[in-house]
């Protein structure tokens, strides 16, 4: 241990209560700091995972569209020549179009989905997301009708004010020549399962049929609207994508998740950069008390900073002494600052003190997701900026004249 370090320790150390009262109030400041900004960094990783696996979930980690807007006639051939790609784990066909629903008290518009589940059920989590019901499109013979099933989002569904084994209505005008005074088709469906994906967008306004249920309503013929892969890696998918399109020939717009949803995904990454930087700000104003701390610590140790020089100490090791002290202040708030972020991690996590509103936010709770990498990056800048505040009370220390003192 060197001599500054030492003095320096003795410093931190001295006080009536452990500590000096202005040195306690700097460590709050600097948890404080430090908490926030590691709890928020973690906010909003948990926020991403949780939006990204919520949606790749329900949608995919690529979807192929065709070219022009076309529809996709020789789906099974390119679903067999997809999956044979190194890197796609499943591909699954599907028709997504709007459409309108009713139940004998309310009626709405929807987004459906045409789903071959088998397949859907190794590229999307839907079948794990049924809450009540089954994962099936099994018709039932009901007064000589044969009524096949679908399956509402849970929002939806208590909108529409169904529940389990009720009857729906569907209505399209997909492929309707609108100029003959053409009127809707209409289907009759019974709600087989209700499903939750935590995605309110998604549970207020999608349904699921099977695929030849979907063809018929919108007139359709042997084809889809899609088709949707799920990767053994979903960061991969920028790197797979161009093997797939050259595979098909380029004649399909072949879409990674990320650039699919990267309005979405673009936003929270800026918004987590412009958080860091305005909580940082707390940071700074602690700086400040760690100046404050220790201009008054050099008034106070004047004549011992007069004695240490007749001792023959350098102004070199006078300012070590005082930015040693501004860094074990700095020290100690960012250890307790981890810890706090820590703990109120664990708090959210276990208990979900903060809800959100689904409807605005996408997920009901605030998930946390803490990162190693995030700690240090705010504990090095805390330690930075605690390291640049100690300059300016430092050198005022090691330019204090001896004769000066001695004459106090």
Known sequence: MSFESFIARRYFKSGRYFTSVSTWITLVGVTLGVAVVCFVMSMHNGFETEI????????????????????????????????????????????YYKAAISSASEGDGIILRGIDSEKEQQTANIADDIVAGDYDFEPVIDEGDTIPGILLGSALAERLGVFLGESVVLYSLKGEDLHKNARPRVAKFYVSGIFETGMYEFDVQLAYISLPDAQKLFKMGDAVTAVHLKLDDIYRASEIAPVIDRALGNKYDVVPWNILHKNLFSWIAIEKKILFLGFILIVLVAAFSIISTLVMLVMEKRSEIGILKTMGSTPGSILKIFVFKGILMGLGGILFGWTLALLAAYLQNEYQLISLPPDIYFISYLPIETHLVDFLLAGLVTLFICFLATLYPASQASRLSVIDVLRQ
């Open 52 to 95: 990204r696996s919520r949606l790749l979930g329900t949608t995919s980690h690529i979807t192929i569209f065709p070219l022009r807007g076309f529809l996709i006639e020789n789906y099974n051939e390119l679903v067999d020549s997809i999956e044979s790609i190194e890197g796609v784990v499943a591909a699954s066909p599907f028709i």
